[in-house]
Nanobody, 115 residues
């Protein structure tokens, strides 16, 4: 059983920052991958960043240099620090975990970037 709960979304002006949190019910260190996806209105869900069990990360080109994923094994959590936010970052952000070949999703947290 893996439960994922996101928090930290909200409204921010362009150029601002937000930090998203994802609390997991099990050890994040043991998971095959964890990451963040996002889904904007009328668009498909897309990868933001993944981190594997060894700490290797893969970022979407659109967020490289602006977003940073981190993992706190002691707290069973991952985070997404989002800086220099743009209106096109507006989306529901979902925490994701893969255990074996099973994919788990959080309920999502809304991020709105608007002036």
């Amino acid at each position: 059983q893996v439960q994922l709960v996101e928090s930290g979304g909200g409204l921010v002006q362009p150029g601002g920052s937000l930090r998203l949190s994802c609390a997991a019910s099990r050890s994040v260190a043991s998971m095959k991958t964890m990451g963040w996806y996002r889904q904007a209105p009328k668009k498909e869900r897309e990868l933001v960043v993944l981190i594997n069990s060894g700490g290797t990360t893969i970022y979407a080109d659109s967020v490289k240099g602006r977003f940073t994923i981190s993992r706190d094994n002691a707290k069973n959590a991952i985070y997404l620090q989002m800086n220099t936010l743009k209106p096109e970052d507006t989306a529901v952000y979902y925490c994701n975990a893969v255990v074996g070949n099973t994919i788990y999703w959080g309920q999502g947290t809304q991020v709105t970037v608007s002036s």
